[in-house]
Structure formats: C-alpha cells, structure tokens
C-alpha cells in the first residue's frame, strides 16, 4: 500500500480538495483522506494530485479546479477503484493551470 499526499488534489469537472491523501493498493485508488498530521509512509509529492477515469483526456479540462471543495463529491467515492491517480508538476498555482513544463506521470 502506498500513500500520496499533495496540496492539491484534483477531481475533473468538480474542483480541487486541500491537502488530502490519496491511499493505492496495487495501482488502484482505495481511499481518500485530509492530510491533518504526518502520517507513516506518505510521500508528498510538489504539483497537483488528479484523479482520472480511463475515459478522461491525457491533459484533464482544468477549468474547474479553482473550485475550493469542502468534501470528496459522493459519486467520486463510488467509483474509487476504477480511477488512477496522476501528478501534474510542476504546476502553475497562482493560475491553478498546468504550465509548458508540465509533465503527467501515473502514481502506483
């Protein structure tokens, strides 16, 4: 099991979720959680955290992630286990954009 945290953590098409946890096992998502204390075996990663279906674009819409969310939206925490996890970095947050430098790596 492996732990990834970021500043950020992106859902297309919702928004963006502050300093939270993303839990995989054997390259699947299991668990999402707040990041409120150090926690063993968590790596924290410089960009932001994306959180993709197989049928999103490689480069997700990135409109909606200035959108602040308080909680995990319900219909993204039924479809955990079929979405992969991506670091965008490095990542523009004043435009909450990614910028030319940008590159995609898969987390597993």
């Known amino acids: 099991m492996k732990r ?21 096992c054997e390259g ?14 968590t790596e924290w990663l410089p960009g932001i955290i994306a959180l993709l279906s197989d049928k999103d674009p490689d480069l997700p819409d990135f409109d909606k992630c200035g959108n602040k969310l308080t909680t995990v939206p319900a219909d ?6 079929s979405l992969t ?19 995609r790596k898969p987390l597993r």
């Open 4 to 24: 990834y945290a970021s500043h950020f953590l992106f859902f297309p098409g919702y928004g963006c979720l502050n300093r939270h946890v993303v839990e995989m």
């Open 28 to 41: 699947h998502v299991v668990r999402i959680f707040p990041l409120t204390e150090e926690i063993e075996n």
């Open 76 to 81: 993204i925490t039924e479809k955990l286990p």
């Open 85 to 103: 996890a991506f670091l965008f970095s490095p990542f523009d947050f004043t435009t909450m954009r990614p910028c030319a430098e940008t590159q």
